[in-house]
């Protein structure tokens, strides 16, 4: 995981440095500094949060353009099953796939039928009894980074087990390098409701490289891909999936762990989250058996690169699931993916983000949290971001590492004109009687 990149961008020209996502990013990565937000790297999580909240539209998620699938010979969709959600009134998700084929892709692998395969082998590797519980699932990577920067204690409790994505990607690569192509002219992209996995398929964690070439999000070819499904006749669709509901109902919460038959949690948003892996890290929950995390609310319909109401594409999901139940619905394909080519566990360890570390130093740290301590006591307390960094206390930081100054504060600043403007009248009542005027 490479802690200096991140999927989200700042539009300089549209902040009016409102202070909107200051207050609402989880690991305080932003900060407000002559009228602008500033990113910090090494602190985001790609969780989006300030893309949702930011009304004048000035944070981006970077992803890849349809363009790029021209760059492959072979050219390969992975949706994610966010993606069903986005469409209410299609529940035939064979017309979605054929659409994403009509966009210029050569073949569609649904991400959910890897998700099918990553719950058994999860399933599997906890009934082991070798991984700390409660484990906490790796699925989502902006809480899989924000655990390594908050909470490093919680690490050796992550699922080592790839996402889905990855799975579903090496798998494809596979089974396509079986009809005689290289796997250099593969392209394997991801339609993605999330920015968080474009910086895990550059910079992934749990392992060395990631099988995913590029990372489209559902937003920027939902309009166009719409357009191609309203003009399809059923007789043009083509028979191309092959998961379950189960797999499916990943892009909600609950549908993970729901698929584990474990004792579990199931939570979503990233300040539940937060809350949860505090109440873990002070010993409690040790009953539970597996933490399913997911940073956006909903899940990942929820996601900041879909179009839909995340609330409305889950009902449109609970639909779905309604018309796969019924016998003959939905016709799927059956196609030998040979999961035991893939690697589904992590090959390199995950570590910590130092990035909230004060100084290498220990007597320097020391020192520095001494004088946090003492300006926090000083400050009002009252967290209104005013000053551009998040709480009082993340100014207290930003004074003590140099990057902003006491007089911030506009409640200090408002103390030392008045202690100033009562410094002058005092003085002035002491001018000599020659030049009072």
Same mark, same amino acid.
């Given at each position: ?14 902040? $009016? ?13 932003? !900060? *407000?500094?002559?009228?602008? +937000? ?13 893309? =949702? ?11 890849? %353009? ?8 072979? =050219? ?18 064979? $017309? ?53 920067? =908050? ?29 005689? $192509? ?12 999330? +920015?968080?996995? !474009? ?6 964690? #749990? ?60 939570? &979503? ?56 139940? !019924? &016998?003959?619905?939905?016709?799927? !394909? ?41 300006? *926090? =006591?000083?400050?009002?307390?009252? &967290?209104?971001?005013?000053?551009? %960094? ?12 140099? #990057? ?14 008045? &202690? ?16 009072? #005027?």
């Amino acid at each position: 995981m490479n802690k200096g990149y991140h999927s989200i961008e700042l539009i300089e020209k549209k902040c $009016i440095g409102c202070t909107s996502c200051i207050k609402r990013c989880p690991t305080e990565a932003i !900060r *407000v500094r002559s009228g602008k +937000a500033l990113i910090n790297h090494e602190r985001c999580i790609d969780c989006g949060m300030c893309i =949702k909240v930011c009304e004048s539209h000035a944070k981006k998620a970077v992803t890849d %353009s349809l363009a790029a699938i021209k760059n492959f010979k072979y =050219k390969v969709a992975i949706p994610a099953p966010t993606l069903y959600g986005q469409f209410d009134k299609i529940f035939n998700v064979n $017309i979605i796939l054929t659409g994403l084929k009509q966009l210029g892709f050569d073949e569609v692998f649904e991400v959910s039928r890897a998700a099918d395969l990553v719950t058994e082998y999860t399933v599997k590797l906890i009934s082991e009894g070798n991984l700390k519980k409660p484990v906490i699932s790796s699925a989502c990577p902006a809480v899989v980074k924000l655990i390594t920067i =908050k909470y490093p204690a919680l690490i050796e409790n992550i699922l080592p087990v790839n996402a889905p994505v990855e799975i579903m990607a090496a798998l494809a690569k596979g089974y396509i390098a079986k009809k005689g $192509i290289n796997k250099e002219d593969i392209g394997v992209f991801f339609i993605s409701p999330c +920015a968080a996995k !474009r910086t895990q398929c550059l910079y992934p964690f #749990g392992l060395e490289k990631s099988e995913v070439d590029g990372v489209i999000s559902i937003a920027d070819i939902y309009i166009k891909l719409r357009s191609l499904i309203h003009s399809l006749n059923l007789k043009d669709t083509e028979v191309l999936a092959h998961s379950t509901f189960k797999g499916v109902s990943w892009a909600v919460t609950g549908g993970e762990s729901e698929g584990t038959k474990l004792d579990s949690i199931a939570v &979503d948003g990233v300040e539940n989250v937060m809350n949860v892996l505090e109440e873990l890290e002070n010993g409690h929950l040790e009953e539970i058996e597996f933490i399913e995390g997911l940073a956006c609310t909903g899940g990942c319909v929820g996601g900041p690169l879909t179009v839909a109401n995340g609330f409305v594409a889950k009902n449109s999901l609970q639909k779905l699931k309604t018309f796969m139940k !019924r &016998d003959g619905a939905l016709k799927t !394909r059956e196609i030998e993916l040979n999961p035991q080519s893939v690697n589904f566990e992590f090959t390199k360890p995950l570590h910590p983000q130092y990035s909230l570390m004060l100084d290498k130093d220990m007597g320097k740290a020391l020192e520095k949290l001494a004088k946090i301590k003492q300006l *926090v =006591k000083e400050l009002p307390g009252i &967290d209104c971001g005013a000053c551009g %960094s998040p709480t009082c206390e993340a100014l207290a930081q930003d004074i003590v590492n140099g #990057g902003s100054n006491i007089e911030d504060c506009v409640f200090m600043l408002r103390s030392k004109v008045k &202690d100033m403007a009562q410094a002058m009248v005092s003085l002035a009542s002491k001018l000599p009687q020659t030049i009072q #005027g």
